[in-house]
């Protein structure tokens, strides 16, 4: 079993930046690839970005590559999702997840097993 939970998010001006946690209990943290994932207001949650076990491949989806940068701390069993250049759309509530059936980084939301509870993030503009 692996508990997840997301801090980091709050009010942001266009432009800004913020910074996301996700810590994970358990001691198997660094046997999953893990994920971003968000979901706007009347939206479907969708995936913002994915990073290999060992960190060293990263996916992104379209609309945040060069502005967000996933990466994690395996000894503190923390993923963490840098958020640059934000923008109103940008706004939503951000979820990261385990997966915990597959040694392989996924953009599907369903090949993910565990999620936390999510941040939320307001980008004003």
């Known amino acids: 079993q692996v508990q997840l939970v997301e801090s980091g998010g709050g009010l942001v001006q266009a432009g800004g930046s913020l910074r996301l946690s996700c810590a994970a209990s358990?001691?198997?943290?660094?046997?999953?690839?893990m994920g971003w994932f968000r979901r706007a207001l009347g939206r479907e949650r969708e995936f913002v970005a994915a990073?290999?076990?060992?960190?060293?491949?990263?996916y992104y989806a379209d609309f945040v590559k060069g502005r967000f940068t996933i990466s994690r701390d395996n000894a503190k069993n923390t993923v963490y999702l840098q958020m640059n250049s934000l923008n109103p759309e940008d706004t939503a509530v951000y979820y990261c997840?385990?997966?915990?059936?597959?040694?392989?980084?996924?953009?599907?939301?369903?090949?993910?097993?565990?999620w936390g509870q999510g941040t939320r993030v307001t980008v004003s503009s």
């Open positions: 997840a385990a997966r915990s059936r597959s040694t392989l980084l996924s953009t599907t939301l369903s090949e993910y097993n565990y």
């Open positions: 358990g001691r198997s943290f660094s046997n999953y690839p």
């Open positions: 990073i290999s076990r060992s960190g060293g491949s990263t």
